[in-house]
């Protein structure tokens, strides 16, 4: 008999350092999972990825057991990974905090191409160029 899902919950933790404490632990605990056995095993999982957020959707089932499936971190996360900032603009139109190349942008597009929703590769391009812009990056040449 195959099992019922009872909850499906989205969260974001870093690859390789998942901790048992808030915010992970406690939406964790609330869905009656093991707290210690999803960290080691989202942490061996993410090992590749140290340090960088990692999405995850975790499938919650009638025995208390689960499976999880991780995602690629956040487009904002890996514009600002290309740029070399910790953060984007809080006054996007009017001041800028870096500027990506076509170039980068096309990198960014076909890492996070599994997670879009986008036909081509052109598509996923304008989605980043879209959150570049909301970010106060500039795209250039």
Do not use: H
């Amino acid at each position: 008999m195959a099992k019922k899902l009872v909850k499906q919950i989205k969260v974001q933790a870093t690859g390789g350092k998942a901790t048992p404490a808030p915010p992970l632990g406690p939406v964790l605990g609330q869905a009656g999972i093991n707290i210690g056995e999803f960290v080691n095993q989202f942490n061996e999982q993410t090992r590749d990825r140290m340090g960088d957020i990692v999405p995850a959707i975790i499938n919650v089932y009638d025995d208390r057991t689960f499976t999880f499936v991780t995602k690629v971190s956040p487009m904002s996360r890996l514009i600002l990974k290309k740029i070399g900032k910790d953060k984007g603009s809080s006054k996007n139109a009017t001041s800028f905090v870096g500027s990506i190349t076509k170039a980068q942008v096309k990198e960014v597009a076909e890492q996070k191409m599994q997670d879009l929703n986008a036909a081509s590769i052109e598509a996923a391009m304008k989605t980043v160029e879209g959150t570049c812009r909301s970010m106060g990056v500039k795209v250039v040449q």
